[in-house]
């Protein structure tokens, strides 16, 4: 909605907010790299920030001039987006543009806190449509943290004032786009108890995993049917727990061929592997080369190449 009253200088900017920035907010801090974007530029982050509302806060529009994303930190407050309505709740993100109407409203019992950036170029509006955003409607992200650390990233980066400034916060409007793609979970589902299962195993993989065999066993330790976890995570993760394991592990791998001098059959056993050559094909299929290819690759000219094969080397220094 409009302001009644005279715009007011943010304190982070030093100028004057532009009209389309809302007043009915108790705290704000917003940063502006370009209100008068070029024409043709391909990628052009134009301003945002985070902003706790007013009790009375209210946004209605038929249209806006640019592309924008925006997402629920804390609190709670009704959407009405292309015509559609939904409950905002931590966690919740949603993109609106140009000939999008949309109206945002606060709970007054629990004042929302929201991060927002609006950009415009057809490469942004294309990596936009094609995301889960891009359907003009909101989405539940599995992990709040994550996506308020990029638009943190953004709100530095712009009021860093470098020439980098820009084109770096362009990428990672990409970033946040891809970012909340990864992580969404069908809306309204967070609220489910399904859930915090959910969380609670893949924490539980996320903390235990060196210690971990088989994907039953974390199953056993959060006293959950194996079956049951599957399907927690066919709903709100985009791999199965056994890859989530596996990934977990081979990342381990790597740091530890690359950063010590452990023998591949070392590594695997430190990683409860069943045996070498099940830990090297898992590793093949996640990286896309063996283990001694990736050593070779990665490391420095000989330094795990003695230790990987000390009967190879022998025979090598007897002949």
């Keep these: 909605m409009p302001p009644t009253k005279n715009p007011a200088p943010d304190p982070c900017t030093d100028q004057t907010d532009p009209p389309f920035v809302s007043r009915q907010v108790t705290q704000a801090r917003r940063y502006y790299l370009n209100l008068n974007p070029p024409v043709h530029s391909p990628a052009t982050v134009v301003c945002g920030g985070v902003e706790r509302c007013r009790n009375d806060y209210l946004v209605q529009r038929k249209s806006f001039p640019y592309l924008a994303i925006e997402f629920v930190a804390a609190g709670s407050g009704a959407l009405s987006l292309d015509g559609r309505c939904y409950q905002l709740k931590p966690g919740t993100a949603f993109a609106y543009g140009p000939k999008i109407c949309h109206s945002i409203g606060n709970d007054s019992r629990q004042p929302m806190q929201k991060y927002y950036v609006d950009f415009v170029g057809p490469e942004l509006r294309r990596e936009l449509r094609s995301s889960s955003l891009g359907k003009w409607t909101p989405v539940q992200v599995s992990s709040l943290r994550e996506v308020v650390e990029i638009f943190e990233a953004l709100h530095e980066n712009a009021n860093a004032r470098t020439p980098f400034s820009s084109p770096i916060c362009a990428h990672l409007i990409s970033m946040l786009i891809l970012k909340i793609s990864e992580k ?22 996320l903390e235990n995993y060196l210690e971990l065999k088989t994907v039953e066993q974390a199953a056993k330790a959060c006293h959950l049917d194996p079956a049951y976890l599957s ?46 050559c099940h830990f090297s094909r898992v590793f093949k299929k996640g990286f896309g080369l063996s283990p001694q290819k990736f050593l070779d690759q990665r490391g420095p000219a000989g330094i795990n190449e003695t230790r990987k094969s000390p009967d190879k080397v022998r025979s090598r220094k007897d002949g």
């Design 231 to 276: 399907r927690l995570f066919q709903r709100f993760d985009h791999q199965s727990p056994y890859q989530l394991l596996m990934q977990l592990k081979i990342d381990r791998a790597a740091e530890l061929l690359t950063s010590s001098r452990l023998l591949i059959k070392e590594v695997a056993a430190e990683l409860n592997f069943a045996d070498p």
């Design 184 to 205: 969404a979970i069908p809306y309204g589902s967070s609220h489910t108890r399904a859930f915090p299962n959910y969380q609670r195993v893949r924490q539980y993989f």
